[in-house]
């Protein structure tokens, strides 16, 4: 098999596997957001930075408490952001989903869910675009 065949199968195959990661953040979080009906006011109660070793950028994640469906509840957020967003004792909107009050959505997240889609999609079809130019050429 001729090398520029195999390139342009790799990079249409990653192509793929990103826009389909892509797609997977977006359905996540999108029936995150449909399920999380429920609204209570939480405190945001710590958070944590992380530096990371590859291009020593910061990133912050939080830990939110509140009270709902009679007792209260301890959750850390499920994304991380490059810029903070929140400080301790800030209070915040949070979205919960009836019965199962510790899967939370948060508004204010929202941008990191569809930064991360985009970019995932956008890596993924420009590596299927240069795959399929491959294939094509030869």
């Known amino acids: 098999m001729d090398a520029a065949l195999i390139v342009g199968f790799v990079f249409l195959s990653i192509g793929v596997i990103f826009i389909l990661s892509g797609l997977f953040v977006y359905q996540f979080y999108g029936k995150r957001r449909k399920m999380a009906t429920a609204v ?7 958070l944590s930075g992380h530096i990371s070793s590859l291009n020593h950028t910061r990133t912050w994640s939080y830990f939110y408490e509140y009270y709902a469906e009679g007792s209260m509840h301890k959750v850390s957020s499920s994304l991380s952001s490059s810029r903070k967003l929140f400080n301790v004792g800030d209070t915040v909107e949070l979205y919960y989903v009836p019965g199962e009050p510790e899967k939370i959505y948060l508004e204010r997240e929202s941008g990191i869910e569809r ?11 420009l590596m299927a675009v240069i795959g399929l130019a491959v294939l094509l050429a030869f």
């Open 115 to 125: 930064f991360l889609t985009a970019i995932f999609c956008g890596l993924g079809g």
């Open 40 to 46: 209570t006011t939480a405190t945001v109660t710590d």
